[in-house]
C-alpha cells in the first residue's frame, strides 16, 4: 500500500533537485535566469540574487538539492526496506522541515522582497505536494 507513494515521492524529489540545482547554477552565474524573469514582479534575478538568497554564505539553493536528495535517498531506502517504520517518520519530518523553510522563503518573497520566483514558487508547491505523501504514507503505515 506504501510503494505508490514512495515512488511518487522519489519521483518528485527528484524534480526539487533539478530545480533547486538550476537555481544553483542561476545563482553562480552558469545560468542567466532568463526562463524565470518576466518583469520586476516574476524575477528570479531579484530572489536568486538578493540579500536573502543565501545564509551564513550558503546559497538557499544549494540548500534545496541538498535537501531534495536526502528525501530522494531516504525514499529509495524505503523502496528497497518497505517494512521500515522509521524510514516513514524521516520523509515526513524531512518533508515537513522543508515546507517550513519554504514557507519563510515565500514570505520573504511576499513581504520583503516583492517579487516572486517561478522556479521558487514550483519548488514550493513541490515540497508542499512531498509533504502530503509523506503524511498519506506515514498514515498508511500507523493506522490503529
Not at 20 to 42: R, W
Not at 99 to 109: M, Q, S, V
Request: hydrophobic share 55%; charged share 10%; with cysteine.
Amino acid at each position: 500500500m506504501t510503494r505508490p507513494y514512495v515512488k511518487w515521492i522519489a519521483v518528485l524529489a527528484l524534480v526539487g533537485v533539478v530545480l533547486s540545482t538550476y537555481s544553483l547554477l542561476h545563482k553562480t552565474g552558469f545560468t542567466s535566469g532568463a526562463l524565470c524573469n518576466l518583469n520586476d514582479t516574476f524575477s528570479c534575478d531579484i530572489v536568486n540574487q538578493g540579500p536573502y538568497s543565501e545564509i551564513a554564505g550558503i546559497p538557499i539553493a544549494s540548500i534545496g538539492v541538498v535537501g531534495y536528495l536526502f528525501v530522494f535517498l531516504a525514499a529509495l531506502m524505503k523502496l528497497k526496506n518497505p517494512n521500515d517504520r522509521s524510514l516513514s517518520l524521516f520523509l515526513l519530518l524531512a518533508c515537513l522541515g522543508g515546507l517550513l523553510f519554504a514557507l519563510y522563503l515565500t514570505g520573504l518573497e511576499a513581504f520583503v522582497l516583492y517579487a516572486w520566483c517561478i522556479v521558487c514558487l514550483i519548488s514550493q508547491a513541490l515540497i508542499a505536494a512531498l509533504t502530503v505523501l509523506a503524511f498519506l504514507n506515514y498514515r498508511s503505515e500507523h493506522r490503529l
